[in-house]
């Protein structure tokens, strides 16, 4: 159960990374901006930030 732990881990992780870098494409964000506005997003709408990551990169993805 660890080791199912760190992959769903690592996957946020990397979903997390996808999505900053499309919004720092996307919008001319720096890293960080593009962090504070997954975190923002995550806490206005009381979700994980890899939940709203996931949901931005499939719309940035859909739009491009």
Do not use: H, P, W
């Not at 997954?38 to 979700?47: G, P, S, T, V």
């Amino acid at each position: 159960e660890a080791a199912l732990g760190m992959l769903s881990f690592a996957s946020e992780r990397k979903v997390v990374e996808k999505a900053k870098g499309l919004l720092m494409a996307q919008r001319n964000l720096s890293e960080e901006e593009a962090y504070q506005t997954l975190r923002k997003l995550a806490m206005d709408r009381n979700q994980r930030i890899g939940e709203v990551a996931r949901t931005v990169v499939s719309l940035l993805e859909l739009l491009s």
